[in-house]
């Protein structure tokens, strides 16, 4: 726990400017979920293209066990028509992937970190951090404003 109870408090990277008030650290805080959103629906997609992946595999030995079987016709409709296939016209899952991060992600991010650096000098979480302070038990232990301030666990026990 800190020495003093007044040094239980946020780092400056997340308290608010001077000059920023409640509705923009509010907006920020919006658009800071926003993103996350957005982070969630890239992993999405990352998943998507690797379970694409897994898929192709998949499907490549489920075409040698039909051959395997005797069944070299249906191995070679099934070759011929999906392996290899674009899964969106014109698209394999890592063209999908790529435009995503080129054309929305990007942008968005930039776009983020922009209004930031305009708003809030460039600090993040501003709108969390307040939210952590205004729900935690000041002098609490586990409930401490910073990881510094922690305790270690080698020096206490639950």
């Given at each position: ?6 040094d239980?408090?946020p ?12 509705a ?6 919006r ?9 969630e629906?890239?992993?999405?997609l ?5 379970r ?7 499907l ?7 051959r395997e ?11 011929d ?11 394999w899952t890592?063209?999908?992937?790529e435009?995503y ?11 983020e ?23 935690r ?7 401490e ?10 020096r206490?026990?639950?």
């Amino acid at each position: 726990m800190p020495e003093h109870p007044h040094d239980d408090v946020p780092a400056r990277e997340h308290t608010r400017p001077d000059g920023a008030d409640d509705a923009t650290v509010e907006a920020i805080g919006r658009l800071s979920k926003a993103l996350d959103l957005c982070e969630e629906s890239r992993g999405h997609l990352y998943a998507f293209h690797r379970r694409t992946g897994d898929t192709e595999r998949s499907l490549r030995e489920a075409v040698e066990l039909f051959r395997e079987a005797g069944h070299d016709e249906l191995a070679q409709r099934l070759d011929d028509e999906l392996v290899g296939r674009n899964v969106i016209a014109g698209r394999w899952t890592f063209q999908i992937v790529e435009d995503y991060d080129d054309h929305y992600y990007t942008a968005f991010t930039g776009l983020e970190r922009e209004v930031r650096e305009q708003l809030v000098q460039g600090r993040r979480h501003v709108h969390e951090a307040e939210m952590k302070e205004s729900h935690r038990t000041q002098g609490r232990r586990h409930h401490e404003a910073r990881p510094d301030l922690a305790p270690s666990p080698e020096r206490t026990s639950s």
